[in-house]
């Protein structure tokens, strides 16, 4: 049986602080790998036009192509309408029933759990992991496990931003993300 922890995201782009809380969480909760998976249609963020989905996963490809306990499942890309945890938890059981599975969020999502749809059936299959994250309490009823990762302030928002601006993004994210990101001129005014 393996520990896999689950990371979810848009990753529009995925940048190093996604694979700083990742590698931390696996160490400290001691997980054999964690898979990125992709949202198709996040429902909860529907007020922003994002980078194609093939573009997304190729971005996550390269940013976590070095780490062997990092791996791409694509099982919210497969399916159509919006990406709700329950239903992903569901399958990926199905498919792997011998496997334990936690789900890592941040703690700007901690304190929106109670609007997660089926959170009760949800917090049944799986054990939530809380990423502290400045500026959030990440305070909640529900019994979770707390990773204390390093803090660094950086988010796909500012990143995004920051290449419309065409400020520099060294650093932020891995150099295979950002090469990818120009070559096919993503994010740009």
């Known amino acids: 049986m393996k520990k896999i922890g689950l990371f979810g995201g848009t990753f529009d782009p995925p940048h190093n602080g996604h694979l700083l809380m990742a590698n931390e969480v696996r160490f400290q909760v001691?997980?054999?790998?964690?898979?990125f998976i992709p949202n198709?249609?996040?429902?909860?963020?529907?007020?922003?036009?994002?980078?194609?989905?093939?573009h997304r996963v190729k971005m996550v490809e390269a940013a976590i192509e070095s780490n062997p306990h990092f791996r791409l499942e694509?099982?919210?890309?497969?399916?159509?309408?919006?990406?709700?945890t329950v239903d992903t938890v569901e399958l990926l059981k199905k498919r792997h029933p011998e496997d334990e599975f936690f789900f890592m969020i941040g703690a700007d999502m901690v304190e929106y759990?109670?609007?997660?749809?089926?959170?009760?059936?949800?917090?049944?299959?799986?054990?939530?992991?809380?990423?502290k994250r400045p500026g959030y309490t990440g305070s909640t009823t529900y019994s979770l496990l707390f990773a204390d990762v390093p803090a660094f302030d950086?988010?796909?928002?500012?990143?995004?931003?920051?290449?419309?601006?065409?400020?520099?993004?060294?650093?932020?994210?891995p150099k295979a993300v950002e090469r990818y990101i120009k070559e096919h001129h993503l994010y740009e005014s």
């Open 40 to 54: 198709h249609k996040p429902p909860h963020k529907t007020d922003r036009k994002r980078a194609d989905s093939r």
């Open 74 to 84: 694509l099982i919210e890309m497969e399916r159509e309408g919006p990406s709700y």
């Open 113 to 131: 759990l109670p609007k997660w749809h089926r959170i009760d059936d949800l917090l049944q299959m799986i054990t939530f992991i809380g990423m």
């Open 154 to 173: 950086v988010s796909s928002t500012l990143i995004r931003q920051r290449i419309m601006q065409e400020k520099p993004v060294d650093y932020l994210l």
């Open 30 to 35: 001691g997980l054999d790998e964690i898979w």
